[in-house]
């Protein structure tokens, strides 16, 4: 019901905007009450940012499966490219998706959280990378590159979704990465 209630809910966003959007239009076109849309989603942020919980889960599995002996960009990088492999979004929905969340300060600020999770769900893997014990205390390098790493894909983003999708993604990505490595 879930994955129902955000297809429809992701329909009228991009066909009417985020903000024109209400919790009362999607919970009638999803068929439910008011009541029991919020049960599944407690915001329409919620709706539209909930797969970045499952795709950073993802991220942390891939990212996982690399070899451990593969440098923390590398592996990075490696586990970044799992999200593009999505059969869900084509590339036009997953533009017209991300110029909804570009173009909505609360969405923004929601991805932004959502990041933070991801940090927390990649940092022991480089940690164990860079040769650091599991259970010592925090290494600011592993934090800092999973940090920098996590900027690098969201700069990408952005300027892929602002090149109207046009630019080749991992290319950005590793522009930007450049730039910090560099």
């Not at 966003?13 to 849309?37: C, K, N, P, V, Y």
Request: charged share 25%; aromatic share 6%; proline share 5%.
């Amino acid at each position: 019901m879930r994955t129902e209630i955000g297809a429809v809910a992701m329909r009228l966003f991009l066909e009417q905007g985020f903000d024109a959007t209400t919790m009362e239009q999607i919970a009638h076109e999803a068929g439910i009450s008011r009541r029991s849309l919020f049960r599944y989603f407690g915001t329409k942020e919620d709706i539209v940012l909930g797969n970045l919980v499952e795709a950073g889960l993802a991220v942390r599995d891939a990212l996982e499966a690399r070899p451990a002996s593969e440098p923390p960009w590398e592996a990075l990088r490696a586990a970044f490219e799992s999200l593009a492999l999505d059969p869900e979004y084509s590339p036009e929905r997953t533009l017209a998706i991300s110029k909804m969340l570009y173009g909505t300060p609360s969405l923004r600020a929601g991805h932004l959280e959502k990041q933070l999770r991801w940090q927390e769900l990649l940092v022991p893997n480089i940690q164990v990378r860079l040769g650091v014990a599991t259970g010592d205390a925090p290494d600011p390098r592993a934090q800092a590159i999973v940090a920098c790493a996590l900027t690098c894909l969201a700069v990408a983003n952005e300027t892929w979704t602002r090149c109207d999708g046009e630019a080749d993604l991992a290319q950005l990505f590793d522009q930007a990465v450049a730039a910090v490595r560099g």
